[in-house]
């Protein structure tokens, strides 16, 4: 399957692209399948109730993640790139009152949002760690309809049928891309042949589908999203949602940085607090539910921003025609990894999620500031690589802490994988590839405390108060 840089890159809300966007998009999904009725159960009547099971780490985390909420504005016809926060809520206030979805071309559907969604604390299920069913049932209470989806982190959702079919590998060429590359070694092989930088041959594929204006206007959407999420965070004060009792940090930090600037307070390191401010901004942003683009998920949607945000504004000769050289290079290497491995918290830990947007964020750094195709390439092996074996234990199972702060500090290991990289010629022990192969394996061992369900670590050794 191509990945284009508008799937690794979504417009959505937080908290948490495979806990709240992806089971949004199921659910919504699910009612599409309603109305088409192919796999509907012979011999039912019409659907007249809906429930919903989430299992593995949706049900583990999904309170912290509002899973459930998500679910239900699904059901309600909500998708996470158009969402109206003031809509929603009304709608939500209706249906608590009514126990009654009105689904257009379906009819009302009984649904009760406090019982509707099950949380199943058993084993999870067997396609992935993210698993939840939806059912459908006639007035009689006989199954309608049932559909098993998998949320496999960034917003991407696949039914059960899809999970076994899947081959991301391979297909660019199918589509007709003239560069097909899979791995970081086809990239480099296919930029030696033709000549291309890696955010010119992602910009060739990408055309197969639309014209560059239209290209260009998207992805300067995407900037221009994250940038106002960063601008959001950077103006918002309290307390943050989910009983953690989390302080919005940002605002003071800019305050305070901008106030020390050009004094004899001001230190030599204050750049990298820019970068952690950037970053610690978009994130309690995400936490409080505020609109987010997936970098590759929400959980770690401050890296990316942050690091092109401090290329804007703090970097030598700057332009906007790098911001495009920069999200299209990093979007390739997220299409990389996801081929070859996961994005996915819940699957390999947060090396799967901060560690990949810090290799993404690092790649599309260096080629802003002019690296090779081998620069480019070393820079997101730099990046990863030091974030192998990261593991993914929120408290309370909120994207909070330690999320908000890991983004930060997984900005700045971006720069500073770039600047490694653009001090060398590209030549370096550990491919890319072979990097990312050891995230899946080491993902694959990781225990299941460690990944997204709040059962380990941190999230078990914080005493409570």
Not at 190 to 205: P, Q, W, Y
Not at 225 to 247: F, S, W
Not at 376 to 394: F, K, R, S, V
């Amino acid at each position: 399957m191509f990945l284009s840089v508008f799937d690794i890159f979504k417009i959505g809300v937080g908290p948490s692209s495979s806990h709240t966007m992806g089971p949004m998009l199921a659910a919504a999904r699910f009612l599409d399948a309603l109305r088409d009725g192919a796999d509907r159960v012979p011999g039912s009547g019409p659907a007249a109730r809906i429930e919903a099971t989430l299992h593995g780490s949706l049900a583990f985390t999904g309170k912290g993640h509002a899973t459930d909420r998500a679910v239900v504005l699904g059901l309600l016809g909500f998708r996470p790139e158009t969402l109206d926060a003031d809509e929603a809520a009304r709608r939500m206030a209706d249906l608590k009152v009514s126990g009654r979805l009105d689904v257009p071309d379906l009819g009302p559907l009984a649904f009760d949002p406090e019982k509707g969604v099950i949380f199943d604390y058993g084993r999870p299920l067997p396609g992935h760690a993210n698993g939840l069913v939806l059912r459908a049932f006639d007035a009689a209470g006989n199954l309608h309809l049932t559909e098993t989806y998998y949320s496999v982190g960034g917003g991407f959702v696949l039914t059960e049928r899809e999970l076994a079919g899947a081959s991301l590998k391979g297909s660019d060429a199918e589509a007709g891309r003239p560069y097909p590359f899979a791995t970081a070694a086809e990239m480099l092989a296919m930029g030696e042949t033709s000549g291309l930088s890696v955010a010119a041959m992602k910009r060739a594929n990408e055309a197969v589908g639309m014209s560059e204006p239209e290209l260009d206007a998207g992805v300067d959407r995407i900037w221009s999203v994250m940038d106002g999420c960063i601008e959001r965070g950077l103006a918002g004060e309290g307390i943050l949602p989910g009983g953690l009792k989390v302080r919005r940090r940002a605002r003071a930090i800019r305050e305070a940085l901008i106030a020390e600037h050009g004094s004899n307070r001001s230190q030599p390191h204050a750049a990298t607090e820019w970068l952690s401010v950037y970053a610690m901004a978009v994130n309690e942003e995400n936490a409080a539910g505020g609109q987010v683009v997936t970098a590759p998920t929400n959980g770690a949607a401050g890296v990316i921003p942050a690091v092109l945000r401090y290329y804007r504004d703090h970097c030598v000769d700057s332009d906007h025609a790098g911001i495009r050289v920069f999200l299209l290079t990093a979007a390739a290497i997220g299409g990389i990894i996801k081929t070859n491995a996961s994005i996915s918290g819940a699957e390999v830990g947060c090396q799967g999620e901060v560690g990949s947007a810090a290799a993404m964020a690092a790649a599309g750094l260096c080629a802003a500031l002019g690296g090779s195709n081998a620069q480019i390439e070393n820079a997101a092996e730099i990046a990863l690589e030091h974030h192998l074996g990261m593991t993914c234990d929120p408290i309370r199972g909120l994207v909070q802490v330690p999320c908000i702060e890991r983004n930060g500090l997984g900005a700045i290991k971006a720069v500073a994988a770039a600047s490694l990289a653009l001090r060398g010629d590209g030549t370096h022990v550990v491919p890319l590839d072979a990097c990312i192969e050891t995230m899946r394996q080491t993902g694959r061992d990781m225990s299941v405390k460690y990944k997204e369900t709040s059962t380990g670590g941190l999230a078990v050794n914080l005493p409570e108060c």
